[in-house]
Structures are given as structure tokens and as C-alpha cells.
């Protein structure tokens, strides 16, 4: 293994997926380094959510690599990939306490009941909801459940966060309170994200580089500025560049 390996979180390598004739995902090649914010951004059908489930465990690609942590991942499952995720419907446990809801993950990964405490307790200061330990998801707003979402993925600290439009379902003004807070957790943890919109204005404030997919392949990957600014294409410029 290389050094360069070691410091990435996060590589794909000519990752391909196929559902019978179509081919959702061809020849996908990305890096994810230490702290670095990265957005699958592009319309829908374009390959986003099925390259983020390959990644996580829950699809199986036909060919190519994923390392996780410079750890071959391609085949584990998922639960043994050092991974945590928050999807727009990755819904918390109903009949489960919050505590119970983060401890979970922990509770699966054998951690001593002092430990976990100690660690639910963390986030849940970490998303500005200490006091929410004892009540029931359905006694919390909509933004509070995905805080408590956010909360339950880091909560074993581990290499890659992975998002799915974890805003999707918010309305407005609660969605762009939750970027800046999830820009905020990502600089203060350091941790590194792979994000998923559809939505470019988000995937402009929020990334440190965006990756542009359409018809199931990465159409240009680079900063914001270089997306907007040079987009390479017409579809790029159309999607998101200033002409748009
Ligand atoms: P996005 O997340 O960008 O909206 P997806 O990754 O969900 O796109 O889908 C990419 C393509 O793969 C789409 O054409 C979609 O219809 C197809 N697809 C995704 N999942 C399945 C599945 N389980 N079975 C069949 N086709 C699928």
C-alpha cells in the first residue's frame, strides 16, 4: 500500500453498475482526502445515489474498487466498511429512546456500556441537543430527527460520512439552517463527507469540490469556482454554470 492510499479516505476506481440493459454507473474514478467536503451533484437518474450505495455496502458493483481507509472494500458488507450515513429517509427507530438510537450502532459494535454514554453524550452536544436524550423521534421536529441522524452517523467516528439529500425532505429555511450546521460539524470534526443534491446552489456553498455525474458517468470534477466559473462542457455549463 502506498502513502498516498493511506492518507485518502475514500478512492473508487472504474466502478461500473448495471440493472439488466442499463447502465447506471460506468467507469467512476474519485478521491475523497482526510477532512474534505465532496458533493455527487447532478439531475436525478444520473448515477448519484447508486455510486453512494456501492460505496456504502448496499449495492454490489459489477466491476472496479472501492478502499476504504486504504482498505480493499469492494465486497465487505456493509457493516464492516468504517462508513456512517444519513438518508433523507434513513429513519430513526420510532419504538427507541434518541439515546437508544445512537447507542445502537455502538451497542452492534460490542462497545462498553461507559464508553457508549460517554460518546452519545458527545454528539449529542456536538448537534446542540443534549437535552433530547430520554424523548421519542416522533417528539421531535423534522430538523431535530435529522440532527439526531447526523448525531447517530459519527457517532463511532468513522472515516467517510455518507449523505443522501439528508435535506431533501426540509422545507427552506429549516435546509439552509442544517447546511451551515452540517458545514459546521464537518470543519470542527474534521471529518470526511460525501454529499449527494441535486440541488446546485447547495452543492456551490457546501463543497470543498463537486463532482458533476450525468447518465451515469462523473461529467467534470473540481472546486466550485472551476465548475462554475470553467465549466468543460455545455451540459456542465447549462447545469451549473453562470450562464445558468
Ligand atoms: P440519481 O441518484 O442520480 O437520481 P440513481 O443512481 O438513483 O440516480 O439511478 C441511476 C439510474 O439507475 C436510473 O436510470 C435509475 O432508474 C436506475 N436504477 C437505480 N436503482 C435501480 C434499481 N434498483 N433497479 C433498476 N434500476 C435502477
Not at 477532512?35 to 456501492?54: D, I, R, V
Amino acid at each position: 500500500m502506498t502513502t498516498s492510499q493511506v492518507q485518502k479516505k475514500l478512492q473508487v476506481r472504474q466502478l461500473r453498475k448495471t440493472f439488466g440493459d442499463l447502465v447506471a454507473l460506468e467507469g467512476a474514478d474519485l478521491d475523497l482526502a482526510d477532512g474534505e467536503f465532496l458533493t455527487l451533484l447532478g439531475p436525478s437518474g444520473s448515477g448519484k445515489t447508486t455510486l453512494l450505495l456501492a460505496i456504502a455496502g448496499l449495492n454490489e458493483p459489477d466491476s472496479g474498487e472501492i478502499h476504504i481507509d486504504g482498505r480493499l472494500a469492494t465486497f465487505l458488507p456493509s457493516y464492516k466498511r468504517d462508513i456512517g450515513m444519513v438518508f433523507q429517509n434513513y429513519a430513526l427507530f420510532p419504538h427507541m429512546t434518541i439515546f437508544d438510537n445512537i447507542a445502537f450502532a455502538l451497542k452492534m459494535r460490542k462497545w462498553p456500556k461507559d464508553k457508549t454514554t460517554e460518546a452519545v453524550e458527545r454528539v449529542l452536544e456536538i448537534v446542540q441537543l443534549p437535552h433530547v436524550a430520554t424523548r421519542y423521534p416522533r417528539q421531535l421536529s423534522g430538523g431535530q430527527q435529522q440532527r439526531i441522524a447526523l448525531a447517530r452517523a459519527m457517532v463511532y467516528e468513522p472515516s467517510v460520512i455518507l449523505m443522501d439529500e439528508p435535506l431533501g425532505a426540509l422545507d427552506k429555511k429549516l435546509r439552509e439552517q442544517l447546511q451551515l450546521e452540517i458545514k459546521r460539524l464537518h470543519k470542527e470534526l474534521n471529518i470526511a463527507v460525501l454529499y449527494v443534491t441535486h440541488d446546485q446552489e447547495e452543492a456551490l456553498v457546501m463543497s470543498d469540490r463537486i463532482c458533476l455525474m450525468r447518465e451515469g458517468r462523473i461529467e467534470q470534477l473540481g472546486t466550485p469556482t472551476e465548475l462554475y466559473f470553467r465549466p468543460r462542457t455545455l451540459f456542465a455549463a447549462d447545469f451549473l454554470g453562470e450562464a445558468n
